[in-house]
């Protein structure tokens, strides 16, 4: 019997603060949801197109040099350079073929880096002006929300054109 008083003074104390709790949340204001459709704020943004074609052809390049890499060793080979000499040329070859992969990591981590950067600040900047205190990505929602992601789609095409005009 003496457990169950301790036990029944211990649960009337939580329930006695989870209520006062939920009376603190209720008094406070609502907060309002904002959702985004990030893969179409993406795909919709010039400089995120823009950079997946430059990514494109930096790869195609990358896998341009391996062949002429491939071609020269083969090329040496079939020439039947002594071995000592084939061993320096694929060094050769594989440690530019090695800067260039890291060239080219180097530039799609940039390039992602201040996209995101690009678009974080776009969807802040439009949670604040519809005065959203939350944003969540609009495919994880099922119902309810503010769609913000029209709004944030023109803060970046107007972001777009003032970087053209400030670069010409």
Known sequence: MLYSRKYFSLLVS????AGMTSQAMAQTAPHTIGLVD??????SYPRAQ???EDIRK?????HGLIESSNKQYEEAKAAKKPASDLE?????LQTSIDAEQKNLESKAKALEGQLEKDINTAIEAEAKAKQVDLVLLKPAVLV???D????????LASSGAAAK???K
Do not use: C, P, Y
């Not at 320096?88 to 050769?92: E, F, G, I, T, V």
């Not at 913000?148 to 803060?155: A, E």
């Open 148 to 155: 913000i992601t029209d709004g944030v789609m023109k803060r």
């Open 50 to 52: 823009s950079a997946v």
């Open 144 to 146: 309810g929300g503010v």
């Open 88 to 92: 320096n040329l694929q060094k050769r």
């Open 14 to 17: 939580v329930l006695a603060t």
């Open 58 to 62: 930096a790869e195609e390049h990358f």
């Open 165 to 167: 005009t400030t670069t």
């Open 38 to 43: 990030r893969d179409k704020v993406v795909t």
